[in-house]
């Protein structure tokens, strides 16, 4: 479950910033979790790797936080993703969840965080941390696309 954001509101930099921190931080937990549950050792391969970028993302962001932002326009760049996570539905993974369950949570997980900046980008247009929302924003689609790239590769080539 995502921070509550309202529609169409601009928080203070620093709200702004703890509740991408708390986005990240829930992101982790739900990655931490499930690589606990979880048996198959590929699927637990997958969701750490998920999970550390989560980690990363919260460290750029309490970086953020404590020194202040300075964008890059490179990265803040949204990419296309081909919205996979339209294709299976959200559930809870169990102990026996494969590679490719833990691969459509993590879609899932990844769909959330986009989500979640998008409404965060909206509500601070033209205020002085949109531009780090939109970096936000385009990493997320970047981890998003990743995963769905892999899911593409390994999983929908078997149909």
């Given at each position: ?72 326009e ?5 990419v ?57 924003l ?22």
């Amino acid at each position: 479950m995502s921070p509550e954001v309202e529609e169409g509101v601009c928080y203070t930099y620093e709200a702004a910033l703890e509740k991408a921190i708390q986005m990240e931080e829930e992101g982790f937990r739900n990655y931490l979790y499930a690589i606990k549950i979880v048996d198959d050792r590929q699927a637990k391969m997958i969701l750490k790797e998920a999970a550390v970028e989560e980690l990363q993302h919260k460290q750029s962001i309490e970086k953020a936080l404590l020194e202040g932002y300075e964008h890059d326009e490179d990265m803040s760049k949204p990419v296309p993703t081909i919205n996979l996570n339209y294709v299976f539905e959200q559930k809870e993974l169990e102990p026996n969840a494969n590679a490719r369950q833990s691969l459509a949570y993590a879609i899932h997980l990844e769909k959330a965080a986009v989500d979640f900046y998008k409404r965060m980008l909206q509500g601070c247009e033209g205020a002085p941390m949109a531009p780090l929302f939109k970096r936000l924003l385009a990493d997320e689609t970047r981890h998003l696309k990743n995963l769905e790239d892999f899911y593409e590769d390994y999983f929908l080539a078997e149909n």
